[in-house]
């Protein structure tokens, strides 16, 4: 069974920093392509960024040089580091991958950003 569990969230200050985590078990995390995705109240879900078996990293259009995702393969831990956040960054972000012909996500973990 795989289990993916967020946390890290919070509430961060406009322009602050925050760094989310997911822990990874029933899978070889090595070997898998994670993904953070976040859905803001009454949007859909988005994908926010991602991180291939290889270490390559690809980034919604909207983060792009703010958040850095980076993966610990001996931890079999996902991260997201949050910069600059803005308002418009705040939802609940999950961790999410594809393995045994499925995708499995985790429950989430929220971030709000608010002065």
């Known amino acids: 069974q795989v289990h993916l569990v967020e946390s890290g969230g919070g509430l961060v200050q406009p322009g602050g920093s925050l760094t989310l985590s997911c822990k990874a078990t029933?899978?070889?995390?090595?070997?898998?392509?994670m993904e953070w995705h976040r859905q803001a109240p009454e949007k859909s879900r988005e994908l926010v960024a991602i991180?291939?078996?290889?270490?390559?990293?690809n980034y919604a259009d909207s983060v792009q040089g703010r958040f850095i995702i980076s993966r610990d393969n001996v931890r079999r831990r996902l991260s997201l580091q949050m910069n600059n956040v803005k308002p418009r960054d705040a939802g609940v972000y999950y961790c999410?991958?594809?393995?045994?012909?499925?995708?499995?996500w985790g429950r989430g973990t929220e971030g709000t950003a608010s002065s």
């Open positions: 029933g899978i070889v995390f090595a070997r898998a392509t």
């Open positions: 999410s991958t594809s393995w045994s012909g499925r995708t499995w």
């Open positions: 991180t291939t078996s290889g270490g390559s990293t």
